[in-house]
């Protein structure tokens, strides 16, 4: 320990910290600055992004010694140059949308100032240079670049009441995103909080026999070791509710690298300080069975009991029989592992009650309801045993909706008898949480000679790692989906999910159907160039509609806006042709391409009731208070959810309280996934405040229409009638709960398996670089049925970062366990990787949801990939059926096609 | 990570005394070793060796013109190449100064750091080959020097010993020079290079080629020139000097398959690069 001296933020500051401690580390722990974040601690994720001297860097690479006599700038600066640069930048964020989950956005707010002081007026390179080091997995970026181009303050506007939805409003918890102020799952802990250090299997298939630690305790230091033994209840976990197959700490047996197996619990100095080769473990390597087809070989060994063959389930669908027709399509596709690369860390920390029963967990999650179940079957308590309050979630994407570190964190905390707090490590949080299933796809396809599709077949298998997650979630909801958006009568498809020795695969954004899109999508462009049609052309013929029937023998009733996409689209499809053809004929190396891609997908759970419920009470002291379990992860359903319970109630969004997504104050809302929040959440938010609403206006026997303000605790209902809150006996309360109406699938996957789909289509323009294999996307324009645009702002921000995270699974990004386990070797776009992106939003209103809303979380991925795979088709001629599509592989590819 | 000694001499002198007298690792910007740190504990080895700071030894952060070239000191960050007044010689090394990481990197981490790393990607590399630079190394016998070439004996290794370090780079003053520099990655910001070339290129008023220094990175264990295409480039008139590039002049290159390209492609692309940067004139 030294003592260093510096100025931070404006005023001098001494603080007695290891001289080797990364800089980012210091201004957290020992300075209580956790508006500077830590996503990788590598340098590679620019969140811990400061000033020093006046230039950015970043912190988790500045040894603290460094900065003895340095001026040091964070977030949290409000004073002098850069506190004012930083209060414009910060209103313009707000305003422009450009914070969604946040986590980001100090290293933002931080690189944007550094250029700002440096140049009062930059151009739009200069912003993208400037921020080249930070990067962003919600927005994609543009949101972000609009909002440092317009640094200054922001006129802002609160919607009167009956006019909050369709508004675009800032989202309603932005001001502590930007301001260093809210508190991600590392940002809080109590003070007398122990670490936790999870050992991990370094061995994709391994037996392991422990040894004396109790001793090793004694040597180490520490206050406990903890192993399977010490799980309270039942170790075990799982998404699906009777299959609960992966340990919270492995028994003698691992099946994936990465897989926990000892807790290491103390002081943080102690746990940090542990080799794992200085711990009684003894190792026994099996081998492991890695990808889909090692594990469905006939002498693959059985990696779980349940589990004949590997096979984790199959989904079906059958509707008729397919058949080949004028013009067939045929090919076989792969997709490799993809990491949701949230920008934070799993992080949190648990607090045992002193009745040496209760638990409380905060840790960022997608699903605290779920959280608070699997915590408590790990304990062996009751549910309500167990308090989860949800950090806030610096990212999600679906991979934060199996639990993480909170099973790991109660037994640790129930050990020790005290709080226990981790932080994972970026490979840490790599190796060990879920990914996007690998698929490897066989289709067919076949269209008759005016180019309607006749019949599909779909054939894949799916990886689902060591460990069943979400793997059966995937292997139902493909195959409803796998003949994309189009009128189809003859189909026959089949999704397996098959247990390997690589990393547990799960919930992604999409549950694999952007995986069965690229397949689809690049059948489609075969059998328009069998028939020498335009490829809109051939989309816009077979786009599926109202009135239609679906693949699962579901009819379209309503909202059903996929021909209206594709018309949007359709005059800069047209202009994007003649573009590149103009182009091309006189660039040889460097050639254009456009491509266009569809998509649907069911909102909500498959066939499965998948409730919310809220409460909104209005008290006797005038306080308006939602109480909304829905957790935003930054998408913006809290904002979302407010504006509908706004209109629905009559009362201006200004005067609503909060209380959040806390297992014990706040009803489940569901998780936050399948694009479900707005949809299902949001119409029990309209319930809610329409019941509010009946409770008053009968309360004053007032009519439907009348209009209600709130003053104080006067609440006029109509002309004539007001009510005197503080008059009443009791606060006034009302709930809402919607369940989306939906029926079982058959063994033929027929039947209802959602109560509304979103729609969308996309094109795509790309150059590549032909003799290096570069490809380098353009523009993309985007089309999307979204229902009603709750929110546009926050609407497209969904969009604008689905297209970038597609982008990156088309392009760069690809897992591969024990190789990609950072933030270098794993690719994600960065903010000169993401084009200008247009959107058309369309808005064909959905009856069953709130004010005719739907889910946009997931749709925008989907096209983006086949999208840019069909242009560079266009561009090169080379079909590509393996993504990432990296320069090496499609200039392989250009070569095979020459030969 | 409590156990590690940490030294931060304001001295060179007092710097040597502690490099000669432990095994201690040299940290600058500390963008290569931290990051290495980080890797380790992730899987279970938090240890590290005593460190030596030398960020606060004054007169090491200067670029200086000498009479026979540039002295380009061993605390000089991507940052102050950029913002130096530095004649065309150096334009590929500014490029790579603007390619390297973010502008974050870019701050903190210095020129000689990324050559002590020795990294097969690192950037500034094959442009300190091209630019024919010298390392300035200080010992307790006192300095010696040794062409970038002899420095690197191999991946991530030289040939500094364990009780000295690098004190400055020096670039010796080539005439009607022209620096160049193409890198090839998978996005756009903060990328490992699949492969990339560096050129210096004099040429006389007749716009032939005088003297021609070309070197390839990411393409073998370490950074190496092309001594049979520089000699076939001199005498060659510049405009055409991208047709020269022929597949045997990539003989002595040995490219490797890995996650981020196969070897194949490494070496058609630096073939491809080549040209370019030949094309653009160095
Ligand atoms: C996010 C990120 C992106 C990056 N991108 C790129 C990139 O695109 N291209 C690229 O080439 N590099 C890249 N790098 C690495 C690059 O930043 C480093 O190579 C940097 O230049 C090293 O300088 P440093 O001062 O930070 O070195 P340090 O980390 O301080 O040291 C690096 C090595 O050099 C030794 N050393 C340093 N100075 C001396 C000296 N004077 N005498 C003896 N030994 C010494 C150290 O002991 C250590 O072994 C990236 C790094 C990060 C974190
Ligand atoms: S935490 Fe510093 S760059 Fe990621
Ligand atoms: S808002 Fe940028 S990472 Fe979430």
């Known amino acids: ?899 | 990570m409590g156990m590690t000694a940490y030294h931060r001499p304001t001295t060179l002198q007092d710097a040597l005394a502690i490099r000669a007298g432990a095994d201690v690792a040299v940290l600058a910007g500390g963008t290569d070793i931290f990051p290495a740190r980080t890797a380790r504990a992730a899987w279970g080895d938090p240890t590290h060796r005593d460190v030596l700071d030398i960020s606060a030894i004054p007169g090491l952060r200067d670029i200086e013109e000498t009479a026979e070239g540039w002295r380009i000191g061993c605390l000089v960050t991507w940052s102050g190449l950029l913002r130096a007044p530095l004649p065309p010689i150096f334009d590929g090394l500014k490029a790579a100064s603007r390619e390297v990481g973010g502008m974050q990197v870019q701050s903190r981490g210095t020129l000689v750091g990324n050559l002590v790393t020795a990294s097969p990607a690192g950037d500034g590399i094959p442009n300190l080959l091209a630019l024919d630079a010298t390392v300035e190394i200080a010992g307790p016998h006192g300095i010696r020097r040794l062409p970038v070439a002899d420095f690197l004996t191999g991946y991530r290794a030289t040939a500094l010993a364990a009780d000295e370090l690098v004190i400055a780079l020096q670039v010796p003053r080539l005439e009607n020079a022209q620096g160049g520099f193409r890198k090839l990655g998978a996005r756009h910001y903060l990328v490992i290079s699949i492969a990339m070339a560096a050129g210096v290129i004099a040429t006389n008023t007749a716009g032939r080629i005088t003297a021609a220094r070309i070197a390839l990175g990411a393409c073998s264990t370490t950074a190496q020139r092309l001594p049979a295409l520089e000699a076939v480039l001199t005498g060659v008139d510049h405009a055409q000097a991208a047709r020269v590039v022929q597949p045997h002049h990539l003989e002595a290159i040995t490219p490797i398959d890995d996650i981020r390209a196969t070897a194949a492609y490494r070496r058609d692309a630096a073939l491809v690069l080549l040209r370019d940067l030949l094309e653009a004139r160095a």
Not at chain 1, 218 to 247: C, R, S
Not at chain 1, 862 to 886: D, F, K, N
């Open chain 1, 1 to 899: 320990m030294i003592d260093i001296a510096f100025t931070l933020n404006g005023a001098p500051c001494t603080v007695t910290a290891p001289p080797f401690a990364p800089l980012s580390d210091t201004l957290r722990e020992r300075l209580g600055l956790t508006g500077t974040k830590e996503g990788c601690n590598a340098g590679d994720c620019g969140a811990c992004t400061v000033l020093v001297d006046g230039a950015q860097a970043c912190a988790c690479l500045i040894p603290s010694a460094q900065v003895q006599s340095a001026q040091v700038e964070t977030v949290e600066a409000t004073d002098g140059a850069v506190g004012a640069v930083l209060a414009r930048l910060r209103a313009a964020f707000l305003a422009h949308g450009a914070a969604q989950c946040g986590i980001c956005s100090p290293g933002m707010l931080m690189a944007a100032a550094d250029l700002l002081l440096r140049d009062a007026a930059p151009d739009r390179a200069a912003v993208r240079d400037a921020l080249g080091g930070v990067l962003c997995r919600c927005t994609g970026y543009a949101k972000i670049l609009d909002a440092v181009l317009d640094a200054s303050p922001q006129a802002t506007h609160s919607p009167l009441a009956g006019e909050a939805v369709g508004a675009s409003i800032a989202r309603l918890d932005g001001a502590a995103k930007l301001d260093g102020t809210d508190r991600f799952g590392a940002d809080e802990a109590p003070a007398d909080a122990l670490w936790l250090r999870v050992v991990r299997s370094p061995h994709a298939s391994a037996r392991f026999s422990l040894g004396d630690l109790e001793a090793a305790r004694g040597a180490l230091g520490l206050e406990a070791i903890i192993t399977a033994a010490d799980v309270p209840g039942l170790n075990a976990f799982g998404i699906m509710p009777n299959l609960k197959d992966q340990p919270v700490l492995a028994d003698g047996l691992v099946r994936f690298r990465g897989e926990a197996l000892l807790g290491l619990v103390g002081t943080r100095e102690a746990v940090a300080a542990v080799r794992d080769a200085a711990l009684p473990i003894t190792w026994h390597p099996l081998p492991a069975l890695h990808g889909a087809a090692a594990a469905s070989a006939a002498d693959a060994p059985q990696l779980h009991a349940h589990a004949p063959g590997n096979l984790l389930i199959e989904g079906r669908l059958n509707r008729n029989t397919p058949a080949r027709d004028v013009a067939n399509a045929e090919g076989h596709f792969t997709t490799g592992f993809v990491e949701h690369a949230y920008i934070e860390p799993e992080a949190g920390y648990a607090q045992p009650a002193p009745d040496g029963i209760g638990m409380e967990v905060f840790a960022c999650t997608q699903a605290p309801y779920m959280d608070r179940e699997e915590t408590a079957r790990v304990l062996g308590v009751a549910e309500d045993a167990v308090r989860i309050r949800p950090s806030a979630c610096g990212g999600g994407f679906g991979g934060k909706l199996d639990v993480s570190v909170q099973p790991l964190l109660a037994v640790a905390a129930r050990k020790a008898g005290r709080p226990v707090r981790i932080i994972y490590s970026r490979a840490e949080s790599m190796a060990s949480t879920t990914k996007r299933h690998p698929a490897s796809i066989t289709a067919r396809m076949a269209a008759d000679a005016e180019g309607r599709f006749t019949s599909y077949e779909f054939d894949a298998d799916f990886n689902t790692g060591a460990y069943a997650s979400w793997g059966a979630t995937v292997a139902n909801r493909v195959p409803v989906h796998a003949g994309g958006p189009y009128r189809i009568t003859n189909l026959r498809n089949r999704a397996r999910a098959i247990y390997t020795n690589d990393t547990p695969a799960g919930a992604f954004r999409g549950f694999g159907v952007p995986q069965a899109a690229i397949a689809t999508e690049s059948l489609v462009d075969d059998l328009a160039e069998q028939l020498g049609l335009d490829r809109w052309e051939i989309r816009r013929r077979n786009a599926i509609g109202r009135g239609d029937t679906t693949h699962s023998g579901q009819v379209l009733h309503a909202s059903a806006g996929l021909p209206e996409c594709l018309d949007a689209l359709k005059p800069d499809w047209n202009a994007m042709l003649a573009q590149v053809a103009a182009h091309n004929a006189t660039a040889p190396r460097v050639r254009l391409g456009a491509g266009i891609a569809c998509m649907w997908y069911g909102c909500g759970n498959t066939s499965m009731s998948n409730p919310s419920r809220m409460k909104l009470t209005l008290a006797r002291d005038g306080t308006l208070t939602l109480f909304n379990g829905a957790v935003d992860i930054g998408q913006g359903s809290t904002t979302v959810m407010a504006q509908i319970c706004a209109d629905a109630l009559g009362l201006p969004l200004a005067q609503f309280r909060f209380v959040l997504g806390d297992t014990a104050r706040t009803y489940d809302a569901g998780k936050t996934s399948a694009s479900r929040q707005t949809f299902v959440s949001g119409r029990a938010a309209m319930e809610t405040g329409l019941a509010l609403r009946r409770r008053i206006l009968a309360l004053a026997n007032a009519g439907e229409d009348a209009v209600l303000a709130l003053d104080g605790t006067q609440l006029r209902v109509g002309e004539a009638r007001v009510i005197d809150l503080a008059a009443l006996p009791e606060d006034l309360e009302a709930e809402g709960r919607y369940d989306p109406p939906t029926t079982a699938l058959d063994a033929d996957g027929q039947g209802t398996p959602y109560a509304t789909y979103g729609f969308a289509a996309q094109i795509a323009l790309v150059s590549v670089d032909t003799a290096l294999g570069v490809t380098k996307v353009r523009r993309i324009v985007a089309a999307q049925d979204v229902g009603r645009a709750v929110n546009p702002t926050l609407v497209l921000g969904q969009i604008h970062g689905g297209i970038a995270q597609g982008l990156g699974l088309a392009l760069m990004e690809e897992f591969i366990p024990g190789r990609t386990e950072n933030l270098h070797d794993y690719l994600i776009p960065t903010v000169g990787d993401v084009p200008e992106i247009d959107v058309h939003l369309i808005e064909d209103p959905e009856p069953e949801g709130p004010y005719g809303a739907k889910g946009v979380g997931e749709p925008a991925l989907v096209p983006t990939a086949p999208a840019i795979l069909s242009a560079i088709r266009h561009a090169t001629g080379v079909t590509m059926r393996q993504v990432p599509v990296l320069p090496h592989r499609l200039w392989e590819a250009q070569r095979a096609l020459r030969r």
